[in-house]
C-alpha cells in the first residue's frame, strides 16, 4: 500500500520480540532511537515523549505480522484492492450494512470533527465502514482531506486486514473482535507511524459479526490516552449502526429492548430480541447472551419469551397493542430484574390467536413450544370493559358511574390508591370507554424515568438536541398521544423541574420539543395516578398547588384489595384469566384467599392465582398450592399522608431505612414510599452513593 502518513524515526517500540517474549536482533532496517533522541511533537516544543511500553494487544499483532505474515515493516505489500464488478457486487451484498454504517457516518464525522474544534491540535480524521473481511466499503472524510485518503488507500475497495495492512486499527480489531487503539507507532509499517486508528466491531443479530468502523486520524501529536474520547465515540456509534441493522433485518418481528435500568431502554445501551408472531425468539443482538445469563445465543434461538421472561405472550402483545415504546418492569432467571419496551413490527404478520382441532404448533426444532399451547388457549378478552369494573363493590361501582359522566368531557381525571389496586387498567378501561377510543393511549411512568430523561421523553426532541439523541429527533409520549389519552402514572413522583412545562400543556394544549422554538398544539385528555398524597406533597413544596389542582378535575379512589366487598368475584374472575381449563378453588384454599390482607393488592392476587393454578395439576386449587399465604399476613400499609410527610432530618431517616433493609435499594424504597429514582436521587443529594455509582 502506499499511504500518506509520513514515516518517523523508529522508537523502542519498534523492537522485535522472540516466542518468549524477549528482545531479539531480528529486522530492524533502521537504527534504534533512544527516547530522548525522539523528535518532539509539534507545538510541545518544553516536553518530551517518554517511552511508554505498547499494550499487550498490539505486541501479539506485531508478532502476528512478522511470524505469520511475513511483512517487513519497511517495504510493505502493494495495496490489495478490490475493484469493478467486484466490488459493486460486494456492496450489493452488504447493501443494509453499508446503507445504515453511511447514516450514522456522517453523523460521528460531524461530532468528531466538532471534538476536534475543541482540542489545540489539529487533525484530519478519515472514517472507514469495511466488511468482516477488511475490504473498506465506504470511507468519509472533510474534503480537504479526500487526496490524502485516496493515497493513504482509505477508499472503498482496499483490504485493511492485517495480512495486507499489518496492524492497523480496523485490521487488529476484526482479528481481537474488540475495540481498538493503534496508536502511532503502534503500526506496523513506519510509513504509518504518525498515524492513530480507533476502531470498534460491528455485531450483527446471533453472533455474527458484521464489520468494523474505524476512525483514523493521519497525522496526530496527541497521546495514546488523548484517543479515549475517539474511541468512546467510535464505540458509540458502532453499537447505534447494530442496532439500526438488528431492527432493518427483522421488521417482520416485534422488538424487545430490555435493560437492567430504566432510564437506558430505548438508548444505545440496551439489549435487543426479535419476536415473531407466536411469541418465539428469532434473533438476539450481541448483548443478550450476557444479560440472560447464556454462553452464547444458541440457547436462546427458538424458545417462547415466556421461558425467559415473566411475561405471558398474550401479555406481551397486549403491550405492543395498547402500549407500544412504553416502559415496564420484567423479570428474568431465578431473580433478576430489569426494565423492558416493546416495539412493534413494522411489517407485521397477523397473529394466530387459535389452532385447528387436532392441530399442533411446532418451533424451529420441531418441539411444541409455549407459545403454540398458550395460542390454543380459550381466547379470553384482554381488555375488560369499564362497566366490568363495578363489580358489585360500591366504591368502584361509584368510580365507574363518575368516570363514566367526565371521561368525553375536557375534564382530567386522577386515580388514587395504594400500590397494586388497579389504577393503570382502569386508566385503559376509561380511554377504551370513551370517544377517543379509536386513537392512542400512551402511557408513562413518571417513576420509572430518571429526571434528566423526562423531559425528553415527555415533550420529545429535534435532532441532535444533546449528545445521544436519536438520529431524526423524538417525537415525545405528548405528541405520540395526540387525539387520545396521555397517562401519567405515578404522578407523586414527577420532579418539580418538570412540572412547570406540564402545566403549560395541560393549560395552553401544546408542546415545544428540546431544541425547538417552535410550539406545537396537541390534542389529549389527560389521566394521571399515584399512590402518594398529592395534598401532603403540595404542603411540603415538593408538587405545585396549580399543577395539582389542573389534573384533579375529579378524583377517583381505588379502594384496596382488603377493602373489597366483592374479592370473592375478583378470586373467581383472576382464577378463569389465569386458567387454560376449568380449575377450582378448594374450601380451604378460599378461606385463605378471603382471610389474607392482600398488601399488594391485585397484583399480588393475580401473581398468587397464577402460581397455585401452575401447582394445581389436578384441576383443584388446594392451600397446600398457596406458600406465600402461609406466612402471618403482612402489617397493613403506611397511610399515603404519613408516607409523604417528609421527617425533620431526612438524610438520617434515609441512613436508618437502608441500614434496616442491608442498603437494598428495591425494599428501601418500599418502606420510605418512594420510588426507586425517588430514592436514588435522595441519596445523590444526601451523598449516600458509592464513588462511580
Known sequence: MTHAA?????????RTLSPEGLVTAGPQPRPIARPEQRPEPRGAANLRETYVPRE??????????????????????????IGGAALKLLREERGLFERVGRVEMHRLLGQINHQVTQSAAAARYVLMLADASGAILDAFTDNANTDSARTANMAPGFLWNERHAGVNGPGTCLHDRRARVVHREDHYFTRNSRMTCSAAPIWGANGTLLGVLDASSLDCDDSRAAQVPTIALVSM????????????????????????RPELVGLPYDSLLAIDEHGTIRAVDSTVPAQLGKADHTALLGRSVAELFDITTDRLFEHAEAEPFAIWPIAHGADRHGFASIWPAKQARPRARTSLPGSTAHSSNGKS???????????????????????????????????????????????????????????????RASERHAQPFIAMSCAAIPEQ???????????????GARTGGMRGKALAAHGGTLFLDEIGDMPL??????????????????????????????????????EALVASNDFRMDLF???????????????????????????????????????????????????GN??????????????????????AHLPRLHSQAAPPPTPPAAIAAIPPDERAHIVETLEQHHWRIAASAAALGISRNTLYRKMHRYGLMADGT
Open 6 to 14: 509520513t514515516a518517523g524515526p523508529a522508537s523502542l517500540d519498534r
Open 56 to 81: 499487550a494487544y498490539i505486541e501479539a499483532a506485531w508478532q502476528r505480522c512478522r511470524d505469520l505474515y511475513h511483512l517487513d515493516p519497511d517495504h510493505p505489500p502493494p495495496g490489495e484492492h
Open 237 to 260: 456509534s458502532a453499537r447505534i449502526i447494530e442496532q439500526m441493522h438488528f431492527t432493518h433485518s427483522y421488521r417482520d418481528c416485534l422488538i424487545l429492548r430490555f435493560h437492567e
Open 369 to 431: 413450544s409455549v407459545a403454540a399451547r398458550n395460542i390454543a388457549k380459550p381466547h379470553r378478552p384482554a381488555f375488560p370493559s369499564l362497566a366490568n369494573f363495578a363489580g358489585t363493590d360500591p366504591v368502584m361501582a361509584d368510580n365507574v358511574w363518575r368516570a363514566e359522566r367526565v371521561m368525553n368531557r375536557d375534564i382530567n381525571i386522577l386515580l388514587l390508591g395504594e400500590t397494586g389496586t388497579g389504577k393503570d387498567s382502569f386508566a385503559r378501561a376509561i380511554h
Open 453 to 467: 430523561l423526562i423531559e425528553s421523553e415527555l415533550f420529545g426532541y429535534e435532532a441532535g438536541a444533546f449528545t
Open 497 to 534: 423541574s418538570i412540572q412547570a412545562r406540564l402545566l403549560r400543556l395541560l393549560e395552553e394544549k401544546e408542546i415545544v420539543p428540546l431544541g425547538s422554538s417552535t410550539p406545537i398544539p396537541v390534542d389529549i385528555r389527560v389521566i394521571s395516578a399515584t399512590h402518594r398524597d398529592l
Open 549 to 599: 389542582y389542573r389534573l384533579n378535575g375529579v378524583a377517583l379512589t381505588m379502594p384496596p384489595l382488603r377493602a373489597r366487598t366483592d374479592r370473592a368475584a375478583l378470586i373467581e374472575q383472576i382464577c378463569r384469566e389465569e386458567a387454560s381449563s376449568d380449575i377450582t378453588i378448594a374450601p380451604d384454599a378460599q378461606r385463605d384467599l378471603l382471610a389474607h390482607d392482600w398488601p
Open 602 to 623: 391485585l397484583r399480588e392476587l393475580r401473581n398468587t392465582m397464577r402460581t397455585a393454578i401452575a401447582f394445581a395439576e389436578g384441576g383443584i386449587i388446594e392451600r
